[in-house]
T-cell receptor, first 115, second 114 residues
Framework: KQEVTQIPAALSVPEGENLVLNCSFT??????LQWFRQDPGKGLTSLLL?????REQTSGRLNASLDKSSGRSTLYIAASQPGDSATYLC??????????????FGKGTKLSVIP | EAGVTQFPSHSVIEKGQTVTLRCDPI?????LYWYRRVMGKEIKFLLH????????ESGMPNNRFLAERTGGTYSTLKVQPAELEDSGVYFC????????????FGPGTRLTVL
């Protein structure tokens, strides 16, 4: 059974700092890993999707990496801004064996960027 | 292109009552998923539809939960009778290709059972 862990649970950084959010998973047989952002009271916004055959994906100031062998993914945010404050979730996609590809989520990292 | 929509955004009911949540996926998305987040826990999978068929309902907590997707378009999730532990945020997601595609999430329905 896939388990996803995110450390730290909360992180506070000054504006402009680069930061790394960590995600670890137990089942290396994932098909892909997805990073989301959730703002208070809002839904999940997909940030990056890394397929199992890829090692990283980039979008603007965001870079996500995937190392299946070690069961780890990281989300790097460059030059953080107050608008980056949100909860960041990672989710690994595995097969349930029933032809389904459900996402298994971590509990998230709550990021606060201080102006 | 409209995203995934969910209705209602918030529902407050008493224990023992029935509530029906609705999800409209992105047009053309055959795959529809329901997830739930209860207080202090991670988001957990409930079930997966491919068109109108239930592909995987292994995450459904018990038989008080009934999901349908008539015609393969929108889906409903009914809780009957609701219990206190059913409180949480219910998310719906959709995509075209189940294995490889991004899952697009709706804003969620916050259910409070008193």
């Amino acid at each position: 059974k896939q388990e996803v862990t995110q450390i730290p649970a909360a992180l506070s950084v000054p504006e402009g700092e680069n930061l790394v959010l960590n995600c670890s998973f137990t089942d290396s047989a994932i098909y892909n890993l997805q990073w989301f952002r959730q703002d208070p009271g809002k839904g999940l916004t997909s940030l990056l999707l890394i397929q199992s055959s890829q090692r990283e994906q980039t979008s603007g100031r965001l870079n996500a990496s995937l190392d299946k062998s070690s069961g780890r993914s990281t989300l790097y945010i460059a030059a953080s801004q107050p608008g980056d404050s949100a909860t960041y979730l990672c989710a690994g996609r595995v097969s349930s064996g029933a032809g389904s590809y459900q996402l298994t989520f971590g509990k998230g990292t709550k990021l606060s960027v201080i102006p | 292109e409209a995203g995934v929509t969910q209705f209602p955004s918030h529902s407050v009911i008493e224990k023992g009552q029935t509530v029906t949540l609705r999800c409209d996926p992105i047009s053309g998305h055959d795959n529809l998923y329901w997830y739930r987040r209860v207080m202090g826990k991670e988001i957990k999978f409930l079930l997966h539809f491919v068109k109108e068929s239930k592909q995987d309902e292994s995450g459904m907590p018990n038989n008080r939960f009934l999901a349908e997707r008539t015609g393969g378009t929108y889906s409903t999730l009914k809780v009957q009778p609701a219990e206190l532990e059913d409180s949480g945020v219910y998310f719906c997601a959709s995509n075209m290709r189940g294995r490889t595609d991004t899952q697009y999430f709706g804003p969620g329905t916050r259910l409070t059972v008193l």
